[in-house]
T-cell receptor, first 113, second 116 residues
């Protein structure tokens, strides 16, 4: 039990599909994050939520749409993706958004065909 | 802007030996935090060790220790008595800020392989 659970583990979708990634944390944390991990590149922070409010949106294309209905759940809605969006998407949580260590999930391996 | 550089894309070590992974960073801030995360094949990122910049004493967690050189902006990770389970991608990360602009910046990672 990692404390941060991501589903699905793998996802293959066409460019016209709509899908959602789900993240759930059981740690009582107040902050949640989406990161994109591509080969040979540093992790890229996509979105940050603190107490269910979005506090960062790092110039992510609108085809990625986050949703945080409560402090335990985070979604990433996907639509009309491009092949270059294929990557490992990692969810993380922390007690606070300032200096608290991140706890990561196992990620969703996304392939866009 | 903060940057983190890991100059060793891949490293290998024999089981039971010691290995050091290097990390340098660039910042104009004086108070910040440094982390090493490990990502095994299971893909989960796991915090290995953490260092506060205001602390002069190097952090230690069992077989893992850091050599923090603040003036040189260097933060290397030493793994003693390497075990097969240490095989993973290791990421150095840097955190600064007490405002909503705070963020954790990762390096590109070092793939460590422990050989039997």
């Amino acid at each position: 039990e990692t404390g941060v659970t991501q589903t699905p583990r793998h996802l293959v979708m066409g460019m016209t599909n709509k899908k959602s990634l789900k993240c759930e944390q059981h740690l009582g944390h107040n902050a949640m994050y989406w990161y994109k991990q591509s080969a040979k590149k540093p992790l890229e922070l996509m979105f940050v939520y603190s107490l269910e409010e979005r506090v960062e949106n790092n110039s992510v294309p609108s085809r990625f749409s986050p949703e945080c209905p409560n402090s335990s759940h985070l979604f990433l809605h996907l639509h009309t993706l491009q092949p270059e969006d294929s990557a490992l998407y990692l969810c993380a949580s922390s007690q606070a958004i300032y200096n608290s260590p991140l706890h990561f999930g196992n990620g969703t391996r996304l392939t866009v065909t | 802007a903060q940057t983190v550089t890991q100059s060793q894309p891949e490293m290998s070590v024999q089981e039971a030996e010691t290995v050091t992974l290097s990390c340098t960073y660039d910042t104009s801030e004086s108070n910040y935090y440094l982390f090493w995360y490990k990502q095994p094949p299971s893909r989960q990122m796991i915090l290995v060790i953490r260092q506060e910049a205001y602390k002069q004493q190097n952090a230690t967690e069992n077989r893992f220790s850091v050599n923090f050189q603040k003036a040189a902006k260097s933060f290397s990770l030493k793994i003693s008595d390497s075990q097969l389970g240490d095989t993973a991608m290791y990421f150095c990360a840097f955190f600064v800020g007490e405002t909503s602009g705070s963020r954790l910046t990762f390096g590109e990672g070092t793939q460590l392989t422990v050989n039997p």
